[in-house]
């Protein structure tokens, strides 16, 4: 089987999994992985929450977006672009109090109106970040399964070039319920792994290979 052949039966078990999360339990589960989320140590100390408005399947980040904002953090939420030059690529866009009243896209989430500014690469790279990153599935290595078109991969990989540069700090953390954790995500150079891995049963560190 090839690595895409991999990837497309992975996600479509992923997706049955998610689906058969009930309403409840996802509020619950997420809850507590909200928690967890905010007791990483380098949440404390992380200007910038780059985090995602929840789709239907997905841990939902309204609990998190909630306190973040609480504690003057400043959120974004990503904004997915095309240009001939760069392809598909993401921005995130500071989220405003009344975000709710954003026209909704089609999976029903707020999103972000094509004129509203986004965060230059100056503003995330030069201070202190902590990314919320979505994922159909993650591993004890830090791998990660996406959707398949690559937005977070790119990002990702942008983020640590120009982190170290511009004298800021990005920590990848992946934001998903238990279930998701499989023993391999398959994986190739245009992925891009995250740095830990957080689920309402605790904090997945891919150094140590161990849930804690």
Same mark, same amino acid.
């Given at each position: 089987?090839?690595?895409?052949?991999?990837?497309?039966?992975?996600?479509?078990?992923?997706?049955?999994?998610?689906?058969?999360?009930? #309403?409840?339990?996802?509020?619950?589960?997420?809850?507590?992985?909200?928690?967890?989320?905010?007791?990483?140590?380098?949440?404390?100390?992380?200007?910038?929450?780059?985090?995602?408005?929840?789709?239907?399947?997905?841990?939902?980040?309204?609990?998190?977006?909630?306190?973040?904002?609480?504690?003057?953090?400043?959120?974004?939420? #990503?904004?997915?672009?095309?240009?001939?030059?760069?392809?598909?690529?993401?921005?995130?866009?500071?989220?405003?109090?009344?975000?709710?009243?954003?026209?909704?896209?089609?999976?029903?989430?707020?999103?972000?109106?094509?004129?509203?500014?986004?965060?230059?690469?100056?503003?995330?790279?030069?201070?202190?970040?902590?990314?919320?990153?979505?994922?159909?599935?993650?591993?004890?290595?830090?791998?990660?399964?996406?959707?398949?078109?690559?937005?977070?991969?790119?990002?990702?990989?942008?983020?640590?070039?120009?982190?170290?540069?511009?004298?800021?700090?990005?920590?990848?953390?992946?934001?998903?319920?238990?279930?998701?954790?499989?023993?391999?995500?398959?994986?190739?150079?245009?992925?891009?792994?995250?740095?830990?891995?957080?689920?309402?049963?605790?904090?997945?560190?891919?150094?140590?290979?161990?849930?804690?």
């Amino acid at each position: 089987m090839s690595l895409i052949e991999e990837k497309r039966e992975a996600r479509k078990r992923m997706k049955e999994i998610l689906g058969a999360i009930s #309403p409840k339990d996802a509020e619950k589960l997420s809850f507590q992985a909200a928690e967890n989320f905010r007791s990483l140590p380098g949440y404390a100390g992380a200007d910038i929450l780059l985090a995602f408005l929840s789709k239907a399947g997905e841990i939902r980040t309204e609990r998190l977006i909630a306190e973040a904002r609480a504690e003057g953090k400043i959120i974004a939420v #990503p904004r997915m672009e095309h240009s001939p030059d760069q392809g598909h690529y993401i921005v995130f866009i500071p989220l405003p109090d009344d975000y709710q009243i954003w026209p909704r896209d089609r999976f029903d989430i707020p999103e972000p109106p094509t004129d509203t500014l986004a965060l230059s690469d100056g503003e995330i790279f030069s201070t202190s970040v902590i990314v919320a990153t979505p994922g159909l599935a993650f591993d004890r290595r830090g791998r990660r399964l996406g959707r398949g078109r690559g937005y977070y991969d790119r990002f990702l990989a942008r983020a640590r070039a120009n982190a170290g540069r511009l004298r800021g700090s990005v920590i990848a953390c992946g934001l998903c319920y238990g279930s998701q954790i499989v023993d391999e995500v398959p994986f190739d150079e245009n992925d891009s792994a995250v740095d830990l891995v957080v689920t309402e049963e605790g904090i997945l560190y891919p150094e140590y290979y161990e849930l804690t």
